[in-house]
């Protein structure tokens, strides 16, 4: 993912939480002239975008003595190339984890949660195609990035396939790729946001239908909490209640598709956060309670916050498991603000949220940071690995009993235009 997105690299040592300015370019607008006439100059403008590096990735293991015989090809093998993976997947999650600043009023995004087929696929495609067009995307350079269960839709489509309609030679249906595609450059990616089971849920159903567009009450006997996600069958939206009501409940926006009488209504549970206060900008682990069995998912949408304006949505990019009613999380940025001891937690529904986009939607910035002076005996290098400079330091540990190796990076992801990227639900 870390290839398809504006892309502000360089060299330049920097520390934790120094702010870098990208710039998204202006638009320039035509101008006439006659003969003879002098021509006006317009100022070459650009919006500033700070980003701050507020994201600092790493692995640490110890090479025990024992292992130390082994060949350094080995050695890389089983130990440096994982945790140079494990580094990238954390990349590729921050990046597509924030798909949740671009979904938006119900126009912003195509689709519908957990109903991509071989059917429809094409026209999700489409769909997106035209909010892109709409938005005057540049045609160049335009990405669809999805998760495994939305490629294999996609491939199970002839259109797809045809090795003649595509002018590919075959090499789509030999190597289950899908290329390019109605004008994106189609990739799979298994970091993609997608969670397909696991999550704690109540099924309940509405009690009369209720047109497209709209935006008042539905009649659900509920007893839920305010804030948590509600998904309606025929919308499969990622809404969320502003009011739980018994008896009726009021989504935070109007109906995009049209819902039938005892339509089923999946309410996603709230989770809770640990008694500990989280201050604005805290980007280590979360500790949350959870029914028993029923842990957060890598991929999965929490929020925080039941009002408009006062909720903000994070993306789980890394989860442990505590205990069946505990799990850690890590979010694909620092908090936006205050996380108070005992706060709601809102777990997203499920479905996947699919990415097509123009790289400049979205930028990531990244830096290495600084090497440590060799006089305190430590081995240090950054390593330039597919255009990101990463820092790996070496030492001997002697309470350890062998070498302790890090890796690291220190990154920043910024929303650059929410019009250039549309979720694709599926």
Sequence with gaps: ?????????????????????????????????????????QDAAATNVPVPLDQWFYQSFVIRDGEGS???????????????QAIARGVDRALLGRVHAYLGAPAARVGRLGALSSSNAKDYVLDARERLNVNKAPLDGRRLVMAPAAETAMLKTDLFLKANERGDGGTALENATLGRILGFDTFMCQNVNSILTGTENEVLSLTEPHAAEYAGALEIVVTGTAGEF???????????????????????????????????????????????????????????????????????????????????????????????????????????????????AFPGP??????????????????????????????SAVVPHNGIGMRVLMQYDINAGGTIVNCDILAGVAVLDSGLLVPVLG
Aim: proline residues 3%.
């Design 1 to 41: 993912m870390a290839n398809l997105v504006h892309r502000d690299f360089e060299n330049e040592i920097a520390r934790f939480g120094d702010v870098v300015n990208t710039r998204k370019p202006g638009e320039f607008k035509i101008r006439r002239k006659t003969d003879g006439t002098t021509l006006t100059q």
């Design 70 to 84: 082994k060949s350094f090809q080995d050695l890389t093998d089983i130990y440096l190339r994982p945790a140079m």
């Design 230 to 344: 509600v998904n309606v069958a025929g919308n499969d939206q990622p809404t969320w209640m502003v009011d739980a009501s018994t008896g009726a409940v009021i989504l935070n926006e109007a109906l995009k598709y049209a819902v039938l009488d005892n339509a089923v209504v999946t309410r996603y549970k709230k989770c809770v956060n640990e008694a500990v206060e989280r201050a604005a900008g805290y980007s280590k682990a979360m500790l949350l309670t959870h029914a028993a069995s029923k842990p957060l998912q890598v991929g999965q949408l929490l929020a925080f916050g039941a009002t408009a304006g006062t909720r903000h949505t994070y993306t789980v990019i890394e989860a442990e498991v505590v205990d069946s009613t505990h799990t850690t999380v890590y979010l694909d940025r620092p908090l936006a603000v205050l996380v108070a001891s005992g706060a709601n």
């Design 350 to 379: 499920l479905g996947s949220m699919n990415l097509a986009f123009h790289r400049d939607a979205i930028a990531l910035v990244t830096r290495p940071l600084a090497l440590p002076d060799t006089r305190m005996g430590v081995m």
